[in-house]
């Protein structure tokens, strides 16, 4: 099939030679068009996988094993039906409650530390924010071992508390990182006004600096709450069935028969829908914060 | 009302580099408003910031009523601070912004009321008092940043540039808003500038500094008339003093071909000195017909012409050394164009001679 394309090339001969260019708005029309289908084709690219996932979740097993890729199909809730009866639940409440105390834990210790670090940086600020990256330097699987035997010494095995404790240990180096970048942006001025206004430096901080820095504490609670629930490695090792979190609940389904396609399907999805809620309720104050330092 | 005192003042960042503040010497009495002005890096704001309490005294000391205020923290100090940028806090309205020192101090909720209700209405600020800071303008923002300083009812206020940030005609405005507002309250007011205009208008003193050292103390008047050095003449006035050096000759200095003779008592004071740097202000120069005699007046071409409606001011080189330009004030309606040649002559009463090396102004 021959196809005629005119390229861009041949229209920038013609302005080369001192022709009149194409009127700009013109131009900028079909350049826009162009780059908004590209920017679809990314999108769904990216975002297919996560949408094919949520339709396989809604159909028959026999559906979902078809050869060649079904579209259209009868939609059911079987596949829901069968995740709950399995005994999601426990496993939902265990994922929940171990992110969400750790993720408070963590702002709890972070902010003032963060705004520790950001108030009056000493010689050594650099040092202790470069161990607290290094932290994460370490892949988990190398420390998995001593970690382990610790916890089985201690008795907490297939503890929840474990893995609040492990959560905040994991997520506290980030959010010291991203809210202290967000109290540099407090002007100092502020600081010394206060001050000189006579506020000691606990109010200063609850009643001037954290409405401004909320934005950011949106944010990093919120990437907190994704890589905690996200969590597999700790999960999987040193849980079982008391203690177990959502991922482990997910690697249940993969059992030796093979996989239930439609199935792990509808318990990935619900794997992923609160974190996506959650994102979702807080992605105008996501926003604000994720690219507060960026203008700088 | 208080009485603050500089005394051998310094603040030095790296031991034996030069101090940011050097042995300030500087005595503001009640009720006074005395304007701290210099170019950036002169030690003005680090000045009032030692006065503040924001930066440390390393040597010399601070008093307030009498009292050293070396170890005392800036809340303690019974001072009022208004920054450049406000400093307002963003989540709090007017109201609760200009309450915030007075709730910290512990004070009840009427008498907090009362207060702002008070300063807000003797800076037009009543029907703003539920706003937040990013609902007012610039010069709203400046009068509720004043207006919490006032409400602290303090011995001292300091004002670090307050109108820089302000567009040049709500800058006039707040100018005298500010000086018309210490009158009524007599509070000792300290006030830093990098405007010379801003000093010259409102200071009841005013003290020019330079890379940390003071220059010149003294009543506006006495900085135009009798500027002390070479920097203060030409920092002092604007557009700037004309500064020359200029041989010398029997009777004075040499310009431009024509004598200027030199009064008896500065001649003397400059002694055998073969060259001297003579300070003339735009003002004093008369413009003369460009016919004149050539020995008696001094010819140049002009350059620029800036008319203000009132005035004008000539930008020329002379015409027969196109490397030393001068400025001349002119009459409101001047004729001269660009490449215009003028001819100009000197008010010998109102020389400033100073020193070529170390700028002292002689006698």
């Known amino acids: ?296 | 009302m208080a009485e603050v005192v500089f005394d051998q003042a310094s603040r030095i960042y790296t031991p034996g580099a030069t101090p940011a503040v050097d042995g300030l010497d500087l005595t503001v009495t009640d009720g006074e408003l005395v304007v701290l002005v210099g170019p950036s890096g002169s030690g003005k704001s680090t000045a009032l910031r030692m006065l503040a309490g924001l930066e440390p005294i390393d040597a010399g000391s601070v008093r307030i009523d009498g009292r050293d205020v070396v170890d005392v923290p800036s809340k303690d100090r019974d001072i009022a601070m208004v920054f450049q940028n406000y400093a307002l806090y963003p989540s709090k309205t007017v109201a609760e912004n200009m309450a915030f020192p007075l709730k910290m101090r512990g004070m009840d909720k009427e008498e907090r009321g009362r207060r702002v209700r008070q300063a807000a209405e003797l800076l037009g600020l009543t029907e703003y008092l539920d706003r937040k800071p990013k609902a007012l303008s610039g010069g709203q923002r400046q009068r509720v940043a004043m207006g919490r300083a006032i409400v602290r009812e303090p011995r001292v206020f300091l004002m670090d540039e307050p109108l820089s940030n302000l567009d040049a005609k709500m800058r006039v405005q707040t100018r005298s808003q500010i000086a018309e507002l210490q009158n009524r309250l007599a509070v000792t007011t300290v006030y830093v500038t990098h405007d010379q205009v801003e000093a010259m208008t409102m200071g009841d003193r005013v003290a020019v500094l330079a890379d940390g050292k003071l220059q010149q103390y003294a009543t506006p008047s006495e900085l135009y008339d009798r500027p002390i050095n070479a920097f203060v003449a030409g920092f002092i006035g604007s557009p700037a003093m004309n500064l020359l050096e200029l041989p010398r000759s029997s009777g004075g200095v040499t310009l431009g071909g024509v004598e200027i003779p030199l009064p008896r008592d500065v001649a003397d004071a400059a002694g055998s000195r073969d060259r001297l740097t003579v300070g003339i202000r735009p003002e004093d120069w008369t413009l003369e017909s460009t016919e004149a005699d050539a020995g008696s007046v001094i010819k140049a071409v002009v350059d620029v012409v800036e008319e203000l409606g009132s005035e004008s001011y000539l930008y020329a080189h002379l015409a027969d050394d196109t490397s030393t330009s001068i400025v001349v004030r002119g009459p409101g309606r001047v004729q001269v164009r660009f490449g215009d040649p003028i001819a100009v002559r000197p008010n010998s009463d109102a020389l400033h001679v100073f020193d070529v090396e170390t700028g002292a102004r002689l006698p």
């Open chain 1, 1 to 296: 099939m021959a196809v005629t394309t005119s390229t861009p090339a041949d229209a920038r001969d013609t302005a080369g030679a001192g022709a009149e260019p194409t009127p700009r708005r013109r131009r900028g029309r079909g350049a826009n068009v162009w780059l908004g289908v590209v920017a679809w084709i990314i999108g769904i690219a990216f975002f297919f996988p996560v949408l094919w996932m949520v339709l396989t979740s809604f159909k028959t097993e026999a559906d979902a094993y078809t050869p060649t890729p079904k579209i259209i199909f009868e939609p059911t809730l079987e596949q829901y039906e069968g995740v709950f009866s399995s005994g999601i639940g426990p496993y939902l409440a265990n994922s929940v409650g171990a992110t969400v105390l750790s993720t408070l834990l963590v702002l709890l210790l972070a902010v003032p530390a963060a705004f520790a670090l950001s108030l009056r940086p000493v010689k050594k600020t650099q040092d202790v924010l470069f161990f607290f990256i290094s932290t994460k330097m370490l892949p988990v699987v190398a420390a998995i071992v001593p970690i382990y035997v610790v916890v089985n010494e201690i008795g907490a095995l297939d503890n929840i508390w474990t893995l609040v404790v492990l959560y905040t240990g994991m997520n506290l180096p980030i959010a010291v990182w991203m809210m202290r970048s967000f109290f540099l942006e407090v002007p100092g001025e502020l600081l010394e006004q206060a001050s000189i206004d006579g506020a000691p430096l606990w109010r200063t901080l609850r009643e001037i600096v954290l409405p401004i820095v909320s934005p950011g504490i949106f944010a990093t609670a919120l990437i907190c709450v994704i890589f905690a629930w996200n969590e597999f490695f700790f999960a999987v090792n040193l849980t079982a069935a008391n203690a177990g979190t959502v991922p482990v609940f997910l690697v249940g389904f993969i059992t030796s028969e093979g996989l239930y396609w439609a199935q792990l399907s509808a318990a990935a999805t619900l794997a992923a829908l609160p974190v996506v809620i959650a994102g979702w309720v807080a992605q105008n104050k996501l926003v604000q914060g994720l690219s507060f330092g960026a203008v700088k």
